[in-house]
Structures are given as structure tokens and as C-alpha cells.
């Protein structure tokens, strides 16, 4: 089945290619793959939350917005390199989480990352990955994802 059958069997509709808030591009393709730069989860052009996950956002909260990341980064991916179609899965998932300091829970915040890009791609979904519990992330945002894909 194709990435877009496959969205459309989700019920998923991409968001359109989120502004670069820097000096940089939402994606580049190079090699047989496309590197997403990080992806803030961005709905409608806002963040629907700011702060730390453990203290002024929910962990399940964050999940949800880790998902909403993984699919801005797939947005920027068939954007870069001609259509979802052209994606053949994913290498690698690298996640970051805002965290308070006694919040531990990175790992499971990323799976919502994870678990999206596991239902739309299937096996060829499966990655390497890191979840990171860091200070503070662009905008305040609570997550950030970015993902390396397979051509396909």
C-alpha cells in the first residue's frame, strides 16, 4: 500500500510545511535520504502549548504533540522530496523533550513520534531513535522531532 493509501486509511491529512523559524530549511534530501530539520508541533501555524512536560504540560499532553511533530516532519519530507510516495520508511527519530527536572518520562512522550510513523509506514517504520530531556526548546514549545527517512 502507498504512504498516501495509507494516510487516507488513517484518517491523517497533512499539515502544509511549517515556516522555518531561523536560518534553515524544513528538509533536505541527500543521499537516498531526507534529513527533517526539528519540527515543532505547530497546528494551524501556532504552538497549542509552551513550557516543561512534568510541570506546565502533561505527559500525555506531550505525546500528542510529539505525534504532531512526527507528521510536520513528514509534511516537510514530501515536500522536499516530491510526495509522501516517494518516502519508503524511516532510518531515524531523534526527539527532545522540555522537561522539569524531575520529569523522566522522555521515552514514552517521543513514543507518540514513534507509534504515528510505525502505523503510516508499518515494518518499514520500525527506527533507530533518541529522546532527549533538554532545558528549554525553541518558542517555549514542549517538543521538538526530527526524523531521517528512506527514500524510497
Same mark, same amino acid.
Given at each position: 500500500? @502507498?504512504? #498516501? #493509501? ?30 527533517? @530539520? ?7 501555524? $501556532?504552538?497549542? +502549548? ?7 504540560? $502533561? +505527559?500525555?499532553? +506531550?505525546?500528542?504533540?510529539?505525534? $504532531?511533530? #512526527? ?8 515536500? +522536499? @522530496? ?5 518516502? &519508503? ?6 526527539? *527532545?523533550?522540555? @522537561?522539569?527536572?524531575? *520529569? ?9 513520534? !514513534?507509534?504515528?510513523? &510505525?502505523?503510516? *509506514? &508499518? ?17 517555549? !514549545? ?5 526524523? $531521517? *527517512?528512506?527514500?524510497?
Amino acid at each position: 500500500m @502507498s504512504v #498516501a #493509501a495509507r494516510l487516507s486509511e488513517l484518517g491523517i491529512e497533512l499539515p502544509e510545511v511549517a515556516t522555518p523559524v531561523a536560518a534553515y530549511v524544513p528538509a533536505v534530501v541527500h543521499a537516498g535520504l531526507v534529513y527533517t @530539520s526539528g519540527q515543532l508541533p505547530f497546528a494551524s501555524g $501556532t504552538l497549542p +502549548a509552551s513550557g516543561k512536560v512534568g510541570a506546565d504540560v $502533561t +505527559a500525555e499532553d +506531550a505525546q500528542g504533540y510529539a505525534r $504532531t511533530c #512526527a507528521l510536520n516532519a513528514l509534511a516537510a519530507a514530501a515536500a +522536499a @522530496s516530491g510526495g509522501v510516495d516517494k518516502l &519508503g520508511g524511516v532510518l531515524r527519530v531523534g526527539g *527532545f523533550v522540555a @522537561s522539569d527536572p524531575a *520529569f523522566t518520562g522522555q521515552p514514552g512522550v517521543i513514543n507518540g513520534a !514513534s507509534e504515528v510513523l &510505525g502505523e503510516i *509506514f &508499518g515494518e518499514a517504520g520500525v527506527h533507530a531513535r533518541a529522546a532527549v530531556g533538554v532545558a528549554v526548546l525553541p518558542l517555549d !514549545s514542549p517538543v521538538e522531532v526530527e526524523v $531521517t *527517512f528512506i527514500l524510497a
